[in-house]
């Protein structure tokens, strides 16, 4: 299964107010597993950010003022993300705004090749998941990273990549899953993409074999016994198993 975790910012809180996006983040997870690759964009929102949002995630008019703008990243980002399931933190915000930005392009480009991201991704929520399984306590990105006991000490300020990846951490504890590919291996970036991967360590054919223990016969005539009482119950999956 692909999932991407994604995460925004933007300009202001409201669509409706001409607000853009100004950042996109995503990690991909494949199985569970953090596959490396990731997906990272600022964006020029050809209008002036909020003070307000500026506070949040630290991003100012001047930063962003020479990346491009969303209909030149359009059709990079939807590949990125089609068919994948996408598992985004109060995903309702995010969507509404990555929607709105797909809707301009097509809407300037005469046709609708673009999103709405419903129709190529399922959408996962976490925010509604963390209430559904802890009603009545603060749920936002530090109150989880808290509560499963993630370190957020290097989160400052928002970012949508670091946001993104700690919400990995955050999803994957949530459910119960591992969070890293590899331990300690070394990161391989593609200048082109900005994407990086994780370079896989092979074991070499001179590494000692792997020890075989076996049961002592104690343990096997105690395993045996317990068979037996276990039969005396009724009917033994063991012995399905041996046949």
Not at 118 to 138: E, F, N, W, Y
Request: net charge negative.
């Amino acid at each position: 299964m692909r999932q991407i975790i994604l995460d925004t910012e933007t300009t202001g809180i409201e669509v409706r107010d001409g607000h853009r996006l100004i950042e996109i983040g995503g990690v991909e997870v494949i199985n569970r597993r953090l596959t490396g690759r990731h997906y990272h964009q600022y964006i020029n929102p050809e209008r002036a950010i909020d003070p307000e949002a500026i506070e949040v995630h630290g991003i100012t008019d001047a930063r962003v003022a020479n990346e491009p703008v969303f209909a030149d990243i359009a059709h990079e980002f939807w590949d990125f993300v089609k068919g994948a399931e996408l598992v985004i933190h109060n995903a309702p915000f995010d969507v509404g705004f990555i929607d709105h930005e797909f809707a301009m392009v097509n809407r300037a480009r005469g046709n609708d090749a673009l999103g709405p991201l419903s129709s190529q991704c399922s959408i996962l929520d976490t925010l509604k998941m963390a209430r559904d399984r802890h009603p009545g306590q603060r749920n936002n990105l530090d109150a989880l990273c808290k509560r499963y006991d993630i370190d957020n000490g290097h989160r400052e300020l928002h970012g949508a990549l670091l946001d993104a990846e700690i919400l990995a951490d955050v999803y994957l504890a949530m459910t119960g899953g591992q969070t890293a590919l590899t331990l300690g291996a070394e990161r391989d970036t593609d200048s082109n993409t900005g994407n990086t991967g994780f370079a896989i360590r092979r074991l070499t054919s001179e590494r000692a074999p792997l020890r075989v223990i076996t049961a002592s016969d104690e343990e096997v005539q105690a395993h045996q016994q317990k068979l037996a009482k276990l039969r005396e119950k009724g009917v033994c999956l063991w012995d399905k198993l041996e046949g």
